[in-house]
Nanobody
């Protein structure tokens, strides 16, 4: 069983930055890949970024490439999403999730088997 808890969301002005954190339970965190998704009201949950177990491989949605960075600290059982140059369209609930398997290019939500409760990010214009 894996438990994931996100934090770091909030209200920020357009052009600002936020860092989201996702703390994972369990001793095997360093063995699995992780991802971030987001969901705006009335929209489907969409892939944002993923990172391999070692941090060597990453994958990003085109909409966040160059602005967001995913990273992890296996000693702290934590994965991060560094968000820069935020836009109003980035407003959503952000979720971290554990990838089922190792292929970070798989972006569909069904490829992930454990999810956090989400943290709200609101970007004002």
């Amino acid at each position: 069983q894996v438990q994931l808890v996100e934090s770091g969301g909030g209200l920020v002005q357009a052009g600002g930055s936020l860092r989201l954190s996702c703390a994972a339970s369990g001793r095997t965190f360093s063995t699995y890949a992780m991802g971030w998704f987001r969901q705006a009201p009335g929209e489907e949950r969409e892939f944002v970024a993923a990172i391999s177990w070692s941090g060597t491989n990453t994958n990003y949605a085109d909409s966040v490439k160059g602005r967001f960075t995913i990273s992890r600290d296996n000693a702290k059982n934590t994965v991060y999403l560094h968000m820069n140059s935020l836009k109003p369209e980035d407003t959503a609930v952000y979720y971290c999730a554990k990838l089922r398997g190792y292929i970070v290019s798989r972006t569909g939500p069904t490829n992930y088997d454990y999810w956090g409760q989400g943290t709200q990010v609101t970007v004002s214009s």
